[in-house]
């Protein structure tokens, strides 16, 4: 752009020549600020093994506003890789993807009402994600045990709700592996719209008649794809501790036809970019073009 203007001026075209110079510096510089709030090619993108596409970012200039952030934190020990966190919280960060989905890790909750192998222990799972809602379609509630209840619910004051499973049985021989149908297993879906959620889990008889092969009950909420049922999860869930849960990420509050009216504030920056509305909450998403790849967020982004 400047050097196309870079022309010889003669003497008397000289304070022109000056007033063109100023602007095309403060032009530069507006041009700079823009571009660093879209994606600085300082900002760092990647967090241990994960890669962090605008419009999310560890700093700032580098997300699109601070529902977008996230917490690159290095452990103590230096030899081991630093950990993503949604925001500022202790939620951490799987993936993310462009189309959408944010995967977050989320905590088992487990009852073991007897004195056992796994010591007696309550513990429930509470989520408060703020902004991204839960995705409905991809995850479900599930519930592990025989002398099980799991509930969920969600005390936010947009959405109120309590729902759950029960799961009763008294050996394990009815159980197929890979099925959770009530026997060992129980599923149920969310609703939409859950931005925060309290897992619990609990027995009617406290394990006593199934403390064989079953001392505990637990309940997550997990990307079913992720989880398949085992009879081996029946003693301790194999020692997993948390599974994999899916967002529903979006921009803005408004639908894509509102965006589009503000140009500075919407966000599908690039040429060969579409809109769509999210179909779980508030805002919408970007998408490139049939024929169009990469990251519709950027203004150069589809290609
Ligand atoms: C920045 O990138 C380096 C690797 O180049 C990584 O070790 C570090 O954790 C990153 N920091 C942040 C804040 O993302
Ligand atoms: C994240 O998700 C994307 C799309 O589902 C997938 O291609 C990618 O392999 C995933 N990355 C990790 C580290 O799981
Ligand atoms: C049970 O508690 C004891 C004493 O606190 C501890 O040493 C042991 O590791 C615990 N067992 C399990 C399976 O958590
Ligand atoms: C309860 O869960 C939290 C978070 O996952 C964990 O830090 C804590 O150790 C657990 N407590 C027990 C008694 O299992
Ligand atoms: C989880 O949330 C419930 C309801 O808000 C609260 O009573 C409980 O103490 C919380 N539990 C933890 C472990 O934070
Ligand atoms: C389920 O699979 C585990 C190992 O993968 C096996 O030990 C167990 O017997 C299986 N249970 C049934 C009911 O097939
Ligand atoms: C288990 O429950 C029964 C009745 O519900 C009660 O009598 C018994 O004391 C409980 N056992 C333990 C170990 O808590
Ligand atoms: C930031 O983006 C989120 C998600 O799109 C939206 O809910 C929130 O209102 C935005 N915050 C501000 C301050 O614009
Ligand atoms: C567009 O959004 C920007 C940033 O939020 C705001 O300052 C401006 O007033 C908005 N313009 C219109 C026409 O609404
Ligand atoms: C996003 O774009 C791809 C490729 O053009 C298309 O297949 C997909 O259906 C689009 N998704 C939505 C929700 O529009």
């Given amino acids: 752009m400047s050097s196309s203007l870079q022309i010889v001026l003669l003497p008397q075209q000289a304070a022109v020549k000056l007033r063109l110079g100023i602007f095309l510096i403060s032009a530069a510089i507006f041009v700079a600020t823009a571009a660093a709030e879209v994606s600085n090619s300082s900002c760092n993108r990647t967090c241990g093994s994960l890669e962090i596409p605008y419009p999310f970012g560890t700093s700032k200039g580098c997300y699109f506003n601070l529902s977008f952030l996230i917490t690159c934190k290095s452990s103590s020990s230096s030899t081991s890789t ?9 939620i951490k960060v799987l993936n993310i993807s462009l189309d959408g989905e944010l995967r ?3 905590s088992v909750a487990r009852d073991c009402p007897q004195k056992s192998n796994y010591n ?3 513990n429930n799972t509470n989520l408060t994600l703020q902004k991204f809602p839960i995705s409905y379609s991809k995850n479900v509630f599930t519930a592990i045990g025989c002398d099980t209840m799991g509930l969920i619910s969600s005390s936010a004051s947009d959405k109120n709700y309590m729902t759950g499973c029960v799961s009763l049985c008294d050996s394990i021989d009815n159980m197929v592996n890979g099925s ?11 609703p939409d719209g859950i931005k925060d ?3 619990l889990a609990g027995s009617l008889e406290n394990h006593s008649k199934v403390m064989k092969f079953n001392p505990c009950s637990f309940a997550f909420v997990v990307e079913e794809k992720a989880y398949k049922f085992s009879t081996l999860d029946l003693q301790n869930m194999q020692g997993k501790r948390d ?7 979006a921009v803005g509050k408004q639908t894509c036809k509102d965006a589009k009216k503000n140009t500075t504030e919407y966000a599908c920056k690039a040429a060969n970019s579409e809109c769509y509305d999210s179909t779980n909450g508030p805002g919408y998403r970007c998408n490139c073009s049939l024929g169009y790849d990469g990251n519709p967020y ?3 982004g589809c290609k």
């Fill in 82 to 90: 630093p950990t993503p966190y949604l925001r500022v919280s202790n």
């Fill in 104 to 106: 977050v890790s989320a």
């Fill in 120 to 122: 007696s222990s309550k």
């Fill in 180 to 190: 959770c149908s009530g026997i060992g297993c129980c599923q149920t879906p969310i």
């Fill in 197 to 199: 959620l309290n897992v």
């Fill in 243 to 249: 599974f994999p849960l899916v967002l529903d990420w």
């Fill in 298 to 300: 950027l203004s150069r």
